[in-house]
């Protein structure tokens, strides 16, 4: 079985587990469970800025998108973001440990947290893949760095 294959169960397998601990609802409410999903926050590549902001990230998007799920009444369960959080692409791990810690410490210091939404990071192929002379390719080391980091 390839890497990609294994990272796609694994993630499965840890999404099942996530949705299965967001049933915290009063026991009357007929709705088992509820959710949003988001994803892709990341600027275009014409828009990269490595000084100003070396991740990539849209942050206007990211903020905007948090606080309209926190004024959301009845608050979901659970936030799903479901990949292309940075610009990536990027063959340097501590590039990355840089850029996944800035995206995640904005998403930490967000509306959704601090309202105890759950909120799970999924990656994509901006975080997990590398561009290279055959074009984007996974990279086992992206992924490593995105697991421990996020």
């Avoid at 499965?12 to 469970?33: H, M, Q, R, T």
């Avoid at 800025?49 to 905007?64: E, H, M, T, Y």
């Avoid at 959704?112 to 759950?118: E, F, R, S, Y």
């Avoid at 990656?123 to 080391?141: C, L, R, W, Y």
Wanted: glycine share 4%; aromatic share 10%.
């Amino acid at each position: 079985m390839n890497r990609v294959k294994i990272s796609s169960i694994f993630f499965a397998a840890l999404i099942s587990l996530f949705i299965s601990s967001c049933k915290n609802k009063p026991a009357d409410d007929p709705v088992e469970y509820s959710f949003v999903v988001l994803g892709d926050c990341r600027v275009d590549k014409a828009d990269t800025n490595s000084v100003a902001d070396p991740a990539g990230i849209n942050f206007a998007q990211l903020d905007r998108s948090l606080e309209d799920v926190a004024k959301l009444d009845p608050k979901p369960s659970c936030v799903f973001f479901n990949g292309d959080e940075i610009f990536g692409y990027e063959q340097d791990t501590s590039k990355l440990v840089k850029a996944f810690d800035i995206w995640r410490d904005q998403v930490e210091a967000s509306p959704v947290v601090k309202t105890g939404i759950k909120f799970v990071a999924i990656p994509g192929n901006h975080e997990t893949e590398i561009d290279s002379a055959d074009g984007k390719v996974p990279s086992p080391d992206a992924e490593r760095v995105w697991l421990e980091t996020m």
